[in-house]
């Protein structure tokens, strides 16, 4: 099993930028490939960025490159999101996903789930 404990979210005006943490806990936390989704009211969930085992390769959503990084930190079993230039589209519940193969499949195949942390873009 592996525990996901997402951080960082919170109520920002557009144009502004928040850092969400995720801490992780239980397995070996440099096995996993780890991402970032996100859920808005009424939508399904989508993925927003991933990062390999390694850290040496990311991927990204069209709509967020360029404003969003992600990394992780392997000594500390933590992953975070970089968000800048926030807009009020980007407003969701954020989770951090894990999985031991891909996290580019799609949420229904991602191992496991953090419990999210809410993000509120104000125009």
């Known amino acids: 099993q592996v525990q996901l404990v997402e951080s960082g979210g919170g109520l920002v005006q557009a144009g502004g930028s928040l850092r969400l943490s995720c801490a992780a806990s239980?397995?070996?936390?440099?096995?996993?490939?780890m991402a970032w989704f996100r859920q808005a009211p009424g939508n399904e969930r989508e993925f927003v960025a991933g990062?390999?085992?390694?850290?040496?390769?990311?991927y990204y959503e069209d709509s967020v490159k360029g404003r969003f990084t992600i990394s992780r930190d392997n000594a500390k079993n933590t992953v975070f999101l970089q968000m800048n230039s926030l807009k009020p589209e980007d407003t969701a519940v954020y989770y951090c996903?894990?999985?031991?193969?891909?996290?580019?499949?799609?949420?229904?195949?991602?191992?496991?789930w953090g419990k999210g942390t809410l993000v509120t873009v104000s125009s």
């Open positions: 990062i390999s085992r390694s850290g040496s390769s990311t």
């Open positions: 996903a894990a999985d031991r193969w891909t996290v580019l499949a799609g949420p229904q195949n991602i191992d496991y």
């Open positions: 239980g397995r070996t936390f440099s096995n996993y490939h």
